[in-house]
């Protein structure tokens, strides 16, 4: 069974770091495709950024996050890294682990076939 936990979530000021991780437990955890997704109270979940199984080279980033969030894998770790600085309030949300198990960064939720349970990002002004 495949599952996906978060960790790393709390509360943060404004223009602080936070770092979010998700391990897996998938067997072939190298050749999934991951991502993180985010949900704010009264939204939809929408993308953040994810992160090719081809030698973690492909990257792809929500326009809102790009130049502020950064995604990285350890496959030897079974893990994936969200590295969030300059946080404002406007990124406080649930931030959700996914996996793909096939090529392509895909940025709709729909393109995932494994969900974490979530982990709160809360960033006070």
């Known amino acids: 069974q495949v599952q996906l936990v978060e960790s790393g979530g709390g509360l943060v000021q404004a223009g602080g770091s936070l770092r979010v991780s998700c391990v897996a437990s998938i067997g072939t955890f190298s050749r999934y495709t991951m991502g993180w997704f985010r949900q704010a109270p009264g939204k939809e979940r929408g993308f953040v950024a994810a992160i090719s199984w081809i030698r973690s080279t492909g990257t792809s980033y929500a326009d809102s996050v790009e130049g502020r969030f950064t995604i990285s894998r350890d496959d030897a770790k079974y893990t994936v890294v969200l590295q969030m600085d300059r946080l404002n309030p406007e990124h406080t949300a649930v931030y959700y682990c996914?996996?793909?198990?096939?090529?392509?960064?895909?940025?709709?939720?729909?393109?995932?076939?494994?969900w974490g349970q979530g982990t709160q990002v809360t960033v006070s002004s």
């Open positions: 996914a996996g793909r198990r096939s090529m392509g960064l895909v940025t709709t939720t729909a393109g995932y076939d494994y």
